[in-house]
């Protein structure tokens, strides 16, 4: 099964960014769809943005819409996610996960990285 690691987390003020990324083991198939879901405290875990591996088709959740980005590299097996104008709401675990349906329910992804944190607060 292939492994996922998520780096980039931390801690920044309202209105910051950061660029969250994920490294995985091994070379997606051409159908694999790569999303980031993520764990607010207390919560359940939530849907935020997928991407097909190939064809670089994006979905977002309407809560992070026109301010996150979901891209990949290819070549290097990574996969990003570009948080911009971020809220306090925005802070959870970031995690992210490999399918192989387009989908924001996180059942159809087998693979999942241990996660990153990220803080939004003054």
């Known amino acids: 099964q292939v492994q996922l690691q998520e780096s980039g987390g931390g801690s920044v003020q309202p209105g910051g960014s950061l660029r969250l990324s994920c490294v995985a083991s091994?070379?997606?198939?051409?159908?694999?769809?790569e999303a980031w879901f993520r764990q607010p405290p207390g919560k359940e875990r939530e849907f935020v943005a997928l991407i097909r591996w190939h064809g670089g088709s994006a979905f977002y959740a309407d809560s992070v819409k026109g301010r996150f980005t979901i891209s990949r590299d290819n070549p290097a097996n990574t996969l990003y996610l570009q948080v911009d104008s971020l809220k306090p709401e925005d802070t959870a675990v970031y995690f992210c996960?490999?399918?192989?349906?387009?989908?924001?329910?996180?059942?159809?992804?087998?693979?999942w990285g241990q996660g990153t944190q990220v803080t939004v607060a003054c």
């Open positions: 996960a490999r399918g192989y349906e387009y989908s924001s329910n996180q059942q159809a992804y087998d693979s």
């Open positions: 091994a070379r997606p198939f051409s159908r694999s769809v």
